[in-house]
């Protein structure tokens, strides 16, 4: 957000713009800052092959695809329907990665069938993949490398105890498959949770996908996720993707001087690309003063926005309303039966019913995990491109709430059945 002329303004655009157009509360994307953090990443591996694919489970809205495919990234996808949704906004099936975990094997055998890349994450599956598609299909594999991505274990995937991956001390185990059945291992993939900090444990993470590989010769690329972590707060570290590219780079191209055919690196970030480029508006409701605290209440929830009643995350919190006022001390609080607290003791210029509160970082996981718990509406959602806001989802009304019930009428009282 910018203050322009005393006026919050989201990519050039003026919040009482964009909320006449919407109404209130609205997700907001910057389409200018999802293209800036595209083409950080795409320029900070040096002569180093990269290919982004966008881990769209974090922002779905078919739009968001169609934009980001312009930009020259493909598709990360967890379930058949990301890939049926990417397929409709353009993607071909070799722009997509299928990265299930847990699925049926009806559903893997789905997608093999449209001809998306498999990335496959467990034992059991690699056999039954390698019987009947052995010699036909390449696949990847998900190897996890326990290695411990930043300090939230609710968030961390390569952990002892976590149900994603391969071990990478079962390799023994997938080469035999993998031999056995004359399978084509085209890929390695390590995705191991979100918040690395530190470009040194991606590098080490890298050294172990890099010795798997040697083991498989047709490998053609190396996945190497995300967990590319983008700053919350002020003076708030982010990866330092500059070093940690040439780093990187420099590592693959050595091992790609004894290769035929150089090995391309792949990338699954959805936060780094989308989280900073949306902003929540929230209006507030009621500023209620109790023994203990002030509390803003807004007109949402944890219906709209979970990340910090789920996992604790932290979104920073500004008064679009009042750019002068003085700053005082709030809870910010939404209206669902539950304890869904946004914030506590947050430092926010002077809150008035019905000022317009912004939640920053909120394009990740935000609208994507929204439901209608109490009943109510999830939100609009606006894009802003080249100066122009684009409505991209309209707000829900009563009869979305009953689309998929089948109401029996009177059956209940009557006991007469249809
Ligand atoms: C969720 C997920 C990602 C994206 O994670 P971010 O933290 O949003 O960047 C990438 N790859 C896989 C397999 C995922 O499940």
Redesign the pocket.
């Known amino acids: 957000m910018e203050l322009i002329n005393g006026e919050y303004h989201i990519g050039g655009i003026a919040i009482s713009d964009i909320v006449a157009l919407s109404g209130v509360p609205v997700y907001v994307y910057d389409a200018a800052v999802i293209r800036k953090q595209v083409s950080r990443l795409l320029n900070a591996f040096g002569k180093t092959s990269v290919r982004i694919m966008y881990?769209c489970?974090?922002l779905t809205n078919i739009n968001i695809l169609r934009y980001v495919r312009t930009l020259g990234v493909g598709l990360?996808t967890?379930s058949i329907q990301e890939v049926e949704l990417g397929l409709l906004a353009g993607f071909t099936p070799s722009e997509i990665l299928y990265?299930p975990n847990m699925v049926s094997y009806a559903e893997i055998k789905r997608a093999i069938e449209i001809g998306v890349h498999i990335n496959i994450d467990t034992i059991s599956v690699l056999e039954r993949f390698g019987h009947d598609y052995a010699d036909r299909v390449p696949v990847c594999i998900r190897i996890n490398p326990h290695i411990m991505a930043g300090g939230n274990e609710r968030?961390s995937?390569g952990h002892i105890d976590s149900k994603f991956g391969i071990s990478v001390h079962q390799i023994r185990h997938v080469e035999r498959i993998v031999n056995s059945n004359s399978m084509h291992v085209n890929g390695l993939h390590m995705?191991t949770?979100?918040d690395i900090l530190d470009a040194d444990v991606f590098i080490q993470g890298a050294e172990i996908l890099l010795d798997v590989a040697e083991r498989f010769p047709e490998i053609r690329f190396l996945d190497f996720?995300?967990?590319?972590k983008v700053p919350y707060k002020q003076d708030d570290i982010e990866t330092d993707i500059e070093t940690f590219g040439s780093k990187l780079s420099m590592r693959i191209e050595e091992f790609n001087k004894g290769r035929k055919t150089p090995i391309e690196i792949w990338f699954?970030?959805?936060?780094?690309i989308v989280s900073e480029a949306g902003i929540f508006l929230a209006p507030v409701n009621v500023v209620k003063q109790t023994t203990s605290t002030v509390f803003a209440g807004v007109d949402s929830g944890m219906n709209h926005l979970i990340r910090p009643m789920l996992y604790g995350a932290y979104h920073h919190i500004v008064n679009t309303s009042n750019p002068n006022g003085t700053p005082r001390i709030y809870t910010v609080v939404g209206y669902i039966c539950e304890t869904d607290t946004f914030g506590w003791d947050r430092k926010i210029n002077e809150v008035r019913e019905g000022d317009i509160l912004a939640f920053y970082n909120a394009g990740?996981?935000g609208y994507a995990m929204a439901s209608n718990y109490n009943s109510r509406y999830r939100p609009s959602e606006v894009l802003i491109y080249h100066g122009h806001a684009h409505v991209i989802r309209r707000r829900e009304t009563m009869p979305d709430l009953l689309s998929t019930q089948i109401d029996q009428g009177d059956v209940w009282e009557t006991g007469l059945h249809a």
């Open positions: 881990a489970k974090a990360d967890v990265t968030i995937t995705h949770g979100s996720g995300s967990g590319f699954e970030p959805g936060k780094y990740a996981y």
